[in-house]
């Protein structure tokens, strides 16, 4: 299946008083991987959207191995856990410049009906585009 590996730098801002990255921002980075991990399976989130769909988070489980620190370039590596029904489920590995691993995270997301606001399917067309990774 499709992964996505995207390359951040650490701003100031995302750092606490001990110069680690705050332990709140690796929801973003997660984010940032997930939204990275759908354009390259060719879905905007703005479109999913915009035709009445939403994920919500459900979960989110994070295991911090070792910090990143204010400039650390990370790379933020985001790969499907199965095959979506009305969740689906990503894993993710952070390293740092040095490509040693020092978070690992997993999300949960269930699909909305903006119309309904309850649970629906994964829409066909993402399974379809799935199909086509494999």
């Known amino acids: 299946m499709l992964d996505s590996v995207i ?6 801002g995302e750092t606490d ?6 332990h709140g921002n690796y929801a973003s980075f997660f984010e940032m991987g997930r939204i990275d ?7 905007s989130y703005k479109e999913m959207e915009a035709n009445g769909v939403m994920l919500p988070v459900y979960k ?12 650390d370039e990370i790379y933020i590596k985001t790969s499907l ?18 490509e040693e691993l020092i978070t690992i995270g997993e ?8 119309k309904t606001n309850k649970p629906m ?5 993402i399974l379809e585009k799935l199909q086509l990774t494999e």
Do not use: H
Not at 7 to 12: A, E, G, L, Q, S
Not at 17 to 22: K, T
Not at 81 to 98: A, L, M
């Open 37 to 43: 991990w759908l354009r390259k399976l060719g879905i």
């Open 60 to 71: 989110l489980n994070t295991t911090f191995l070792k910090p990143a620190f204010y400039d």
């Open 7 to 12: 390359k951040i730098r650490v701003r100031y």
């Open 121 to 125: 399917r994964c829409p066909k067309y």
């Open 81 to 98: 856990k199965e095959i979506p029904g009305v969740r689906i489920s990503f894993n993710y590995k952070i390293f740092n410049q040095t």
């Open 17 to 22: 008083q001990m110069g680690y990255v705050y």
């Open 107 to 114: 999300t949960e997301l269930v699909f909305i009906n903006m």
